[in-house]
């Protein structure tokens, strides 16, 4: 069973920046992939960005050019820094982690970006 607790979520002003963490434990199994989720009020969940174990990642195109992310395998650590926020980027942002032999999700972690 892996335990994912994200942090750094918050209030921030268009044009701000935060930065997201994701702390995993608990994982037998080396944590293949990584990424953000995230799910606006009356909206599914969409992907944000993943990585890869080896550092390959895949954004979508709304967090292209804005956002970073990044994963230190030896922390077991995932970040997401988020630059130039938009109010459309409002949303609960939720860690992922893909072992090979399951999925896991984080709690989430609210990211309101508003004047």
């Known amino acids: 069973q892996v335990q994912l607790v994200e942090s750094g979520g918050g209030l921030v002003q268009p044009g701000g920046s935060l930065r997201l963490s994701c702390v995993a434990s608990?994982?037998?199994?080396?944590?293949?992939?990584m990424g953000w989720y995230r799910q606006a009020p009356g909206k599914q969940r969409e992907l944000v960005a993943v990585v890869t174990r080896g550092g390959s990642t895949n954004s979508a195109d709304s967090a292209k050019g804005r956002f970073t992310i990044s994963r230190d395998n030896a922390k077991n650590t995932l970040y997401l820094q988020m630059n130039s926020l938009k109010p459309e980027d409002t949303a609960v942002y939720y860690c992922?982690?893909?072992?090979?032999?399951?999925?896991?999700w984080g709690q989430g972690t609210q990211v309101t970006v508003s004047s």
């Open positions: 608990g994982s037998r199994y080396s944590i293949n992939i």
């Open positions: 992922y982690a893909l072992t090979a032999v399951a999925a896991y």
